[in-house]
């Protein structure tokens, strides 16, 4: 088993991206598109981080705003700022922290980054995506099959964005494996939902999603897997079992993979 005692400040993100508590949350929508992040760290005037506004946060906003209306567009946004919509004090750890550590806390509180402090301030955020980066420098070999959860949490193509987007908020989970018939051909996920805001919510599904998954057979080593998936920009994988979907590798499944 891997040791993954080397501090969080060798596999962190920085600089910070920030968003001003002042701006609208609209302005948090648009950010978080065009960095291609799910969350964005919140600063007051001081420039001090005091909040994480994050994709959950705005889907939950925007759709909470566009009611239920048949004819209402899937999401629509108050002119209301940010600060009132973020989580206040977001995690984060020392530079020092060992990176189990900080996998533990993303599965602890069922989130996909950490904040790293520093000296001024926040210096940079670790994320899911870091922690398959340091699985593919130990070269996990154990297969993704122990680590991938079940069920999956799937949307036919067929079905509109709006039971798309009603599923992610009840399941509570970042994305669904979109299915012809039974097999897995791409992602509705919080990112898609975003991006697919001013649609009628009749849109069929496969006409928004993204065809970016991995399909792996659940032998394949963990490194392996870490690897494919950074390649080809991909943050889920499906596991098969003797030619079919038995599970799923998240964020969350490589943070527990670290811990």
Do not use: C, Y
């Not at 060992?98 to 996909?112: N, W």
């Not at 991938?148 to 987007?165: C, L, N, Q």
């Not at 996920?189 to 991006?195: F, G, K, V």
């Not at 889920?236 to 998240?250: Q, S």
């Amino acid at each position: 088993m891997a040791n993954f005692q080397m501090p969080v400040s060798e596999f962190m993100t920085s600089p910070l991206e920030t968003v001003s508590g002042s701006s609208f949350i609209d302005h948090a929508h648009r950010k978080l598109q065009q960095l291609g992040v799910s969350a964005l760290p919140v600063v007051d005037d001081e420039g001090q981080v005091v909040g994480v506004v994050s994709r959950t946060d705005v889907l939950r906003v925007g759709r909470h705003e566009a009611g239920a209306r048949p004819d209402a567009r899937l999401l629509a946004f108050p002119a209301r700022p940010i600060v009132d919509f973020m989580t206040p004090d977001p995690v984060a750890v020392d530079p020092d922290t060992p990176v189990a550590e900080a996998g533990q806390l993303m599965l602890q509180k069922r989130i996909h980054r950490v904040f790293v402090r520093g000296a001024q301030g926040m210096d940079g955020i670790l994320t899911t995506r870091d922690l398959m980066r340091a699985i593919r420098v130990k070269r996990m070999n154990q297969p993704i099959s122990e680590f991938a959860s079940s069920p999956i949490f799937t949307i036919r193509a067929t079905e509109p964005v709006s039971m798309a987007a009603e599923r992610l908020e009840k399941a509570r989970v970042t994305g669904l494996v979109v299915v012809d018939g039974e097999w897995p051909v791409g992602v509705f996920a919080q990112t898609e939902a975003l991006a697919s805001r001013e649609l009628a919510r009749d849109t069929p599904v496969d006409e928004v999603m993204s065809p970016a998954i991995l399909v792996l057979e659940g032998s394949t080593p963990l490194h392996r897997a870490a690897d494919q998936a950074a390649s080809m920009d991909v943050r889920r994988i499906i596991t098969l079992n003797e030619g079919k979907a038995a599970g799923i590798m998240t964020g969350l499944d490589f943070a527990r993979a670290v811990v």
